[in-house]
C-alpha cells in the first residue's frame, strides 16, 4: 500500500509497530508495547515524514534519461547520415540517425549535433559550433 501512495505515512507507522515488536521481544508488557507504537510512531510521522518527503520532491524531476538525455551532444557520423537513415556514435553508443533537413547529407567522420529523438532515430543537424 505503501508504494501506491507513496505518502510515507504507512512506512512510519511501520516503524512503530517494529518499535513495539522489539519492545514485547525484551519482555515489554502489552500497555507498554501500545505505549511505544503510539510515541514512535506520532514521531516518526510528525517528524520523519515531512523531512523524507521534502527530500523526495526536492529532486529535479525535470532531468532527462535515456535516449532524451543526448539531446544536444555531438556524434561523429559512422555510416553517412541523410534524411533516409545512416549511423552516429555517441560516446561508446551508436544510434540510427536520420538528417534534421531533408537536402542535409553528412559524411563519415563529420561531427554532427543531436537534435531530436524521433522513435528509435537521433535527428541531427550541422554542428556550428565544433566546424
Do not use: C
Amino acid at each position: 500500500m505503501e508504494i501506491l501512495s507513496g505518502d510515507f505515512f504507512l512506512l512510519m507507522i511501520g516503524g512503530g509497530a517494529a518499535a513495539a515488536a522489539v519492545a514485547s521481544v525484551f519482555g515489554a508488557p502489552l500497555w507498554l508495547a501500545l505505549v511505544i507504537f503510539a510515541v514512535v510512531s506520532l514521531v516518526l510521522v510528525l517528524g520523519v515524514r515531512p523531512l523524507a518527503k521534502r527530500a523526495l520532491l526536492s529532486q529535479d524531476l525535470e532531468l532527462e534519461d535515456g535516449a532524451r538525455a543526448s539531446i544536444g551532444k555531438t556524434a561523429i557520423v559512422t555510416q553517412e547520415v541523410d534524411p533516409h537513415g545512416g549511423r552516429i556514435k555517441v560516446g561508446s553508443d551508436e544510434w540510427s540517425a536520420l538528417s534534421q533537413l531533408p537536402f542535409e547529407r553528412f559524411t563519415v567522420g563529420q561531427t554532427v549535433r543531436i537534435v531530436a529523438i524521433r522513435g528509435a532515430h537521433a535527428i541531427v543537424a550541422t554542428d556550428l559550433e565544433i566546424e
